[in-house]
């Protein structure tokens, strides 16, 4: 497995409907059927947002990150009271120079490998040397979690939205 920074659009968009048309993220909270127009709109502007997991040259899964703070999901997209308090605490109380981890995808076919392990501390390592400060990451899928738990992310608990909130700040 690889990691490609940014992608061909009409690739993944195809790659998109793909796991839409296999079932792939049936049930999965906020995934649809195709790409967000407004997110297509941000991977044009800026493909390196987009992170693509290949096997040969096949995509196998992918993530989308943004930058933000805790004030804001992206620019003019507040974030609520609860979010900002809990997200102040597990990033201690660092406000800005954030990203957000947005959306995170490996195939079924592909689970169990390692791979999801690998993604996430290839994804540390090129975030840190962005300079940034922080990760934030919410997740609802126990993989995910226990990848988060056990890289040592701190952690919260969204009540309104029943997701777990992660933070990995360096």
């Not at 987009?50 to 703070?69: C, F, K």
């Not at 804001?72 to 809990?86: F, V």
């Given at each position: 497995m690889r990691i490609v920074v940014g992608c061909d659009l009409e690739e993944f968009k195809t790659y998109y409907k793909r796991l839409a048309l296999d079932k792939e993220w049936q049930g999965t909270f906020g995934f649809t059927e195709e790409l967000d127009t407004s997110w297509e709109r941000v991977l044009v502007k800026n493909p390196?947002?987009?992170?693509?997991?290949?096997?040969?040259?096949?995509?196998?899964?992918?993530?989308?990150?943004?930058?933000?703070?805790?004030?804001?999901?992206?620019?003019?997209?507040?974030?609520?009271?609860?979010?900002?308090?809990?997200?102040?605490?597990?990033?201690?109380?660092?406000?800005?120079?954030?990203?957000?981890?947005?959306e995170v995808w490996?195939?079924?076919?592909?689970?169990?490998?390692?791979?999801?392990?690998?993604?996430?501390?290839?994804?540390?390592?090129?975030?840190?040397?962005?300079?940034?400060n922080s990760i934030v990451y919410y997740a609802d899928h126990p993989a995910a979690i226990a990848i988060c738990r056990n890289r040592g992310w701190k952690e919260g608990f969204l009540l309104k939205e029943k997701w777990y909130v992660f933070c990995l700040s360096f």
């Open positions: 390196s947002l987009l992170l693509v997991l290949r096997e040969n040259d096949e995509i196998i899964g992918h993530a989308i990150w943004h930058e933000t703070s805790t004030d804001e999901h992206r620019e003019r997209d507040p974030r609520d009271k609860e979010d900002r308090e809990i997200l102040r605490k597990i990033c201690g109380g660092k406000k800005d120079n954030i990203v957000e981890l947005h490996l195939r079924k076919k592909h689970r169990g490998k390692g791979y999801g392990k690998r993604f996430f501390g290839l994804f540390e390592d090129f975030i840190r040397k962005k300079g940034y």
